[in-house]
């Protein structure tokens, strides 16, 4: 039986992230947009050569930043036109959504 304290790092670090980032929402404004669509690109390719060179163990791990960036630039994206409390809850909505749906993706393609 699993302890219910026991915390999933896969929805913890996003939560924390989002967390952190609109608290010091101030210093990420310096991070430009161009690096988040980098990094996501990057993480998404990463993310399909992994268990292709036999490194499944590790696809959780950059499932987990590939939804952080998501996140990130969703937000940025969203705050703009909403209420950033509305924001918050609909990148985080997203960020689940699409990183779902690159694990299906993921699972599909290399039948994990």
């Known amino acids: 039986m699993e302890s219910l304290l026991q915390i999933d790092p896969n929805i913890f670090f996003p939560c924390f ?5 609109v608290c010091f929402e101030n210093q990420f404004k310096k991070i430009s947009l161009k690096w988040c669509v980098v990094g996501l690109s ?3 390719i990463l993310a399909l050569l992994f268990p292709l060179i036999g490194l ?6 950059i499932l ?3 939804q952080m960036l998501i996140w990130a630039l ?3 994206l969203m705050a703009k ?8 809850f609909l990148a985080l909505l997203i960020g689940f959504i699409l990183a779902l749906a ?6 599909v393609i290399y039948n994990i």
């Not at 499944?56 to 791990?61: A, E, G, N, S, V």
């Not at 036109?81 to 918050?88: D, E, G, L, R, S």
């Not at 690159?102 to 699972?107: D, E, I, K, R």
């Open 42 to 44: 990057a993480t998404i």
């Open 102 to 107: 690159l694990a299906s993706l993921v699972g």
């Open 81 to 88: 036109k909403i209420n950033k409390t509305v924001a918050f």
């Open 74 to 76: 969703t937000y940025v």
């Open 17 to 21: 992230f989002g967390f952190l980032f």
């Open 56 to 61: 499944k163990r590790y696809f959780i791990w």
């Open 64 to 66: 987990t930043f590939s």
